[in-house]
């Protein structure tokens, strides 16, 4: 365990004392995004009943088999990390041992055994008290969760808007501030995936789809289906004056888009995973680099310079 200015970052001997053999409390919850289910079991029944309203579409009671099971218990603490200053971002602490993986943030510490498909959260006091700290707590868990169980399906979370439109997706990526939001809005007509987080899949014939994942940003509803759509580009947001589309190959493709893989680009040990997930995707779905002067107008860059998925020469990326 490390304390450090009044910050508490428990390590696996903190979750082996903590963690219930059996949870407390009856209340399960299924979730399938993309392709992979998460069961979180030892919930309240209100926090339940909150969950199956926030997350819709991707809850499920048709008993399918868990790709990782969560086991939700109670830290007895009143914070894990404390807020350091008035303009710090949402922190989590991510470690790992051998292939068990612990992290925490405020008001939340959970660890995975992605060995055994098996783990825990624990929360602290403000969670259990006060229903938005527990909301974010448990949904920042689960990004974090699903940032790697895709991974090891060949697929990844982007950080980016997805927007569909004639029935394919387009993921606009970039930094805070690049634009993710501005597209979204810009483009009424599509059919909204997320503004903030969209996941990436490999389907079983080895091509890539895009698809909404529970976790929304400010201006994606509710998500309404949990279909995949075949990916017709990759878009790296840049403002700019005018409207330009840039393609990337090789190597700079796929560092374009590892920078904004959350969660998954600091262990070193799965580094290998990374970037092989993305460079297959970068052998068969165009990137650009999208120059844009914040109009609707950068789609008719889009429709006029970008070649679809059919189209883009696999051998200018990166072969599989």
Known sequence: MVSRNDEF??????????????PANPG???LTVGDVTVRLTGLRGSNVATLRKRYGIFCHDDGRAA????????????QFLRVQ???????????????????????????IDFSRREGGLLLADIALETPRAFDRGLENFLRVAYSHLIIQRG??????????????????????GS?????????????????????????????YRACSVPFRGLFAPEATSDATWPIAGFYRL????????????GARAVGELVGSLPF?????????????????????????RLHFKKDRTFWQAIDAGGPGVDGFSAHKGINP
Request: glycine share 8%; hydrophobic share 40%; with cysteine.
């Open 85 to 111: 200053g008035t303009t710090e971002y949402y922190r989590i602490d991510t470690r790992w041992e051998a292939e068990t993986m612990t992290a925490c943030s405020y008001e939340w510490a959970g660890w």
């Open 9 to 22: 970052v428990p390590d696996l001997s903190f979750y082996r004392a903590k963690s219930p053999a059996l």
């Open 179 to 207: 634009g993710k939001t501005t597209v979204t809005s810009l483009t009424p007509e599509a059919h909204i995936l997320s503004d903030d987080l969209t996941m990436v899949v490999r389907d079983g014939s080895g091509e």
């Open 238 to 249: 840049i403002q700019a004056s005018t409207d330009r589309l840039e393609p990337v190959f």
């Open 28 to 30: 399960i919850l299924t």
């Open 155 to 176: 697929g990844f979370l982007l950080h980016s808007a997805g927007l569909v439109r004639n029935g394919k997706a387009h993921l606009f990526f970039g930094p805070s």
């Open 67 to 78: 790709d990782l099971e969560i086991r939700v218990g109670e830290a007895g603490r009143d």
């Open 264 to 288: 998954v680009t600091d262990r070193p040990e799965i580094a290998n995973e990374v970037i092989d997930a993305v460079a297959f995707a970068a052998a068969k779905v165009p990137i650009f």
